[in-house]
């Protein structure tokens, strides 16, 4: 069975009110950035789902939307490796086009640089990053990032988006984990 979510949550890290405040702020400061752009946003699937289907509600600019998938190579779930591959890759030419990849949350940075290094073969008109959250404190390798939602502390997060094995992507809030009540789970 899984569990209820309320038996390892620690704290609520960022509420749903505070998530759709930032969120609210992000698409304006990006409709100010994008006029008179051809504005495509990435989404990396799946964490980023929800915070893009938010996002696109605040961005008043024409802009068009699409997805892809990656996986990191040779890694536990919690630690990348520093390449990925695509494992389901865009319908759009990104050629010509502003393109935004919006992302759940950096860690280390291995799984957005490498992404950027694809795409940029792919000659976008502008490659810029937006995340809802960076664990700055774990980065291992540079990534210029435009947009940022929220600086975390270096802690296992879930919700929005974010998941735990899978599960939990649906709650409307940031929650801290217990990982002394979930750790085995987690597969460290
Ligand atoms: P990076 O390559 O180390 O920057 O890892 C980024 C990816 O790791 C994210 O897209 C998430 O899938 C995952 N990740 C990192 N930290 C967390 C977390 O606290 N909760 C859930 N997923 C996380
Ligand atoms: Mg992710």
Redesign the pocket.
């Known amino acids: 069975m899984v569990q209820d979510y309320r038996n390892f949550l620690s704290e609520v890290l960022i509420d749903e009110q505070a998530l759709k405040t930032r969120i609210a702020e992000l698409g304006a400061e990006i409709s100010r950035d994008y006029q008179d752009k051809n504005l495509l946003l990435i989404c990396?699937l799946r964490?980023g789902v929800m915070f893009l289907t938010d996002l696109m509600r605040y961005i008043s600019v024409p802009h068009a939307i699409d997805f892809m998938a990656v996986s990191?190579y040779g890694a536990g779930r919690?630690e990348?490796s520093g390449q990925v591959k695509i494992t389901l890759d865009l319908n759009t030419n990104i050629h010509e086009k502003d393109v935004l990849l919006v992302?759940?949350?950096?860690?280390?940075?291995?799984?957005?640089s490498s992404v950027l290094d694809i795409l940029s073969t792919r000659k976008p008109r502008s490659l810029h990053v937006c995340t809802l959250l960076d664990?700055a404190e774990r980065r291992e390798v540079d990534v210029p990032i435009r947009y940022t939602g929220f600086v975390i502390p270096n802690?296992?997060?879930?919700g929005y988006g974010?998941?735990l094995d899978e599960y939990y992507r649906n709650l409307p809030f940031i929650g801290v984990v217990a990982t002394d009540r979930y750790l085995p789970e987690l597969g460290v």
Do not use: A, N, Q
């Open positions: 990396i964490g990191s919690r990348t992302e759940d949350i950096i860690d280390s940075g291995y799984t957005i664990k802690k296992f997060v879930f974010l998941d």
